[in-house]
Nanobody, 116 residues
Framework: QVQLVESGGGLVQAGGSLTLSCAASGRTFRMGWFRQAPGKEREFVASITWTGGSTYYVDSVKGRFTISRDNAKKTMSLQMNSLKPEDTAVYYC????????????WGQGTQVTVSS
């Protein structure tokens, strides 16, 4: 069982920056960020493998968001720059135990609000 705890959400003006962090209680294969805006389905944002550091991003955040991890601290971060109002959502940290497994573990979510 892996527990995930997010931090770092908040209110920011359009064009601003925020950094989200996720602390894991154990080692995982891949960790990712998802988000859910009001009235919309949850969508994938970015992911990173714990061992190789391979990263993936949804097209809408490429060039603006950067995902990273610190294996020693078992933390993952999402640096979000040039934020847009459409980035407003609850952001969730998630983790996979293995390459063939789905995202089994989820954090409680942290609100990100971008004002225009």
């Amino acid at each position: 069982q892996v527990q995930l705890v997010e931090s770092g959400g908040g209110l920011v003006q359009a064009g601003g920056s925020l950094t989200l962090s996720c602390a894991a209680s154990g080692r995982t294969f891949r960790m990712g960020w998802f988000r859910q805006a009001p009235g919309k389905e949850r969508e994938f944002v970015a992911s990173i493998t714990w061992t190789g550091g391979s990263t993936y991003y949804v097209d809408s955040v490429k060039g603006r968001f950067t995902i990273s991890r610190d294996n020693a601290k078992k933390t993952m971060s999402l640096q979000m720059n040039s934020l847009k109002p459409e980035d407003t959502a609850v952001y969730y940290c998630a983790a996979q135990e293995a390459a063939t497994a789905g995202y089994k573990y989820w954090g409680q979510g942290t609100q990100v609000t971008v004002s225009s």
